[in-house]
């Protein structure tokens, strides 16, 4: 077992003075310090696979065996690393030890040498915490080029020599060296109280395009020092997934590498191993901490200037309220509108009656939800369009954060799901991605 | 029975003079002239339904019964005139007379009064040409306001005596009436022979945005002289759209007011009144008609920059590879490298996988087919990535019209379809379209 290294080594300039041309807004978003689960170091190196030379390595390793879950992209052009981290899984879901990631290459439509090169990432870094077939492999970037695995190999071994259990230095770094086109690294730690002790979650994700999950997500992981076992771990994640990174829409496009996993290594007192209200607890506990890594994914969308949560209310089903709710998010008219701040409230009637559920629209409102507590603005009532005031209607889009409320006027099931609009700059950035 | 009436009365200034600003290649495509259907007549004229006092009033119609044939959109909120149109062909598809149409307000999710509207202006119509239940009525513009019934009406009476056999004067002001963002007039005509006569055919088209049918499409009509018996005429035009209006998209967002109609008054001797091979000659002639009206429509995508066909190959069924090119076709970062002349042919297989269509990565290949005839490019052959020439991606990228051929590998079965590509100008037009 490898010691406990609290020495901070930083490669490369910190990115932290780079963060000051951010809005206060995603600046508040940045976090600074937090508590981290048990027995977990974190690292972050510049391995030189980006051209700005920014952090582009990140491992996360447990001191104990973990308990392991992750859901992976159903894109059916799977990434190397996500065809290699399912056969780990396959093999070894108890005694996991680390979770290793590269930016800038996304070794997706790699052909054989992609998968013997996710396969080598995979056994350097079992190799470093000696224990065979133990570790996860994300990569994130552009499809279809190679990995520089002269640049990979020494990068991980340069950073399992940095490895931090500290904010600073540790998961700070290893939360830069997820990001693309992030605009800030997108980090959270807790600490909640369960079975009268203390377990600790924290996790870490990245993405701002090719955003647009379905049965898993973009890139992330979450720790806990919780005990979870194998299949109450994956289950969880199940349900924290479907409502969180299954839950939101940058762009509508499912990426080749979506992975998130949690790695739960009993550092704490606290221990899952049957169903139940403490079972419940912890998944409803990992929920939360899910949708509040998720919402940071589209606080970052590429481009946005807008954070919107669309709230599908009185559907027959979670299912299909989901599906209206994915749909509209993806609706460029929509997306274009929210940007114009124009209540053009006829384009989300459009895209929900093309998202393929069951509507009658006689039953179907529209309202627009002020997140500053004013009075609401209904746009239609059951399908039939109310007299908009424009100036009211124009107060509530001049503000960063909104909620659209849809009622389908079915049954009773609801759900929440959040994306951002669609700008110039989306377009400016995804013009010019690889240059 | 009225009678033929050539006089031009021309509504408002000619919007010809606008047409200046555009591309050559643009102004290419609008219509001079044209060998118009026997029997039919058409005219446009400004009601001021627009507020840039546009022409917004369009309609055609024949001095002989028609038989006709229309296909809809599949959006659940369908526009009142779309509910008023199929009652209209389940009650008479023998002998229609008027195709009304304006612009400037779609009179779609208005509710009650919205059918009780669509309802009056057919019933204005039908008094018109004398004949009860024989108009079909379609609306194109802003989604969620009323029709303003004064102008529409006065409207209607105003253009009916403007009718004419024309080019100038007729079915190019009806043209015009057609454009919402548009930015030329979408008109086409022919004269073919078959049976050893000769018929004709016409048709108008418009839509520039919220454009990605399903089952039916944008708005759009065709007439032709030949007589063709309505079934016949319905199972022509579902074969014809299903390859041409169901094969474009723009931005992925399906209209609320899409249609399709097709009038055949029998002017000519032409008369296809059984299946075989007079009919299916027919039928690919409707079919290469509405490709071209069809494609008119993406080369006035708005904003678009590009003009794409994606050609996808080796599908298992014609159904399967349509499915893969409407997905491919609505990826935003598919259409935002295709702005940006950026041959990022990854994200190309990011959104096959995501399609939803059974696919082997390693047998899938990818390849640019430059429209001048110069040699093509392989980007992936058979899930193996090429070493791509950037700079000979960058040449094949800088030219407005492209190819780009998927090779699925897993069959016979093809399909072809048209999209455009996603700029900053898209994002100005729908950002701030109603005002």
């Known amino acids: 077992m490898f010691r406990l290294n609290n020495t901070i080594r930083i490669q490369g300039r910190r990115l932290y003075s780079t963060y000051e041309h951010l809005s206060a807004g995603k600046q508040a978003l940045i976090s600074h310090s937090g508590i981290y689960p048990k027995g977990f170091r974190a690292s972050g190196v510049a391995a030189l696979i980006k051209k700005n030379k920014n952090k582009d390595i990140a491992l996360v390793v447990s001191e104990l065996p973990c308990s392991g879950a992750a859901v992976f992209t159903t894109n059916k052009f799977q990434a190397a690393p996500v065809i290699v981290s399912k056969e780990t899984l396959a093999q070894n879901k108890e005694a996991l030890y680390a979770v290793v990631t590269n930016s800038g290459c996304a070794n997706a439509v790699t052909g054989a040498q992609g998968l013997t090169d996710a396969k080598k990432m995979r056994s350097v870094m079992d190799e470093l915490v000696q224990h065979p077939l133990s570790s996860l492999t994300m990569s994130t970037g552009v499809i279809g080029q190679n990995l520089p695995m002269d640049k990979i190999e020494s990068g991980i071994r340069e950073a399992y020599k940095c490895l931090s259990a500290e904010h600073d230095g540790g998961w700070m770094n290893a939360a830069e060296a997820y990001m693309t086109t992030d605009t800030f690294p997108k980090l959270r730690s807790g600490e909640f109280g369960l079975q009268g002790s203390k377990f600790r979650m924290a996790g870490i994700a990245k993405g701002a395009g090719m955003i647009h999950p379905n049965m898993a997500t973009?890139?992330?992981?979450?720790?806990?020092?919780?005990?979870?076992?194998?299949?109450?771990?994956?289950?969880?994640?199940?349900?924290a997934v479907d409502r969180s990174f299954n839950s939101i829409s940058i762009d509508g496009d499912m990426s080749t590498n979506d992975t998130i996993s949690v790695l739960a290594n009993g550092g704490s007192d606290v221990r899952i191993e049957t169903e139940g209200s403490d079972y419940e607890e912890f998944r409803d506990r990992l929920t939360a901490f899910a949708v509040e890594l998720a919402q940071l994914v589209v606080r970052d969308g590429e481009g946005a200037t807008k954070f919107v949560?669309?709230?599908?209310?009185?559907?027959?089903?979670?299912?299909?309220?989901?599906?209206?709710?994915?749909?509209?998010?993806?609706?460029?008219?929509?997306?274009?509108?929210?940007?114009?701040?124009?209540?053009n409230w006829g384009r989300i009637c459009a895209s929900l009656g093309h998202s393929g559920i069951d509507i009658d629209p006689?039953?179907?409102?529209?309202?627009?939800?002020?997140?500053?507590?004013?009075?609401?603005?209904?746009?239609?009532?059951?399908?039939?369009p109310e007299k908009v005031d424009e100036d009211r209607a124009s107060e509530i889009l001049e503000m960063e954060d909104l909620i659209i409320e849809v009622d389908l006027g079915l049954g009773e099931s609801e759900t929440k799901f959040w994306t951002c609009d669609l700008t110039h700059e989306y377009v400016t950035i995804n013009g010019d991605y690889r240059s």
């Open 362 to 384: 006689t039953k179907v409102s529209v309202t627009f939800v002020p997140t500053d507590g004013s009075n609401r603005l209904n746009l239609m009532v059951k399908g039939e």
């Open 309 to 343: 949560t669309l709230h599908i209310k009185g559907g027959e089903t979670f299912e299909s309220a989901k599906k209206a709710a994915s749909h509209i998010s993806t609706s460029m008219l929509v997306k274009t509108a929210l940007y114009g701040k124009d209540a």
């Open 218 to 239: 973009l890139l992330g992981f979450m720790v806990t020092d919780a005990y979870v076992k194998p299949e109450l771990l994956q289950k969880a994640l199940t349900y």
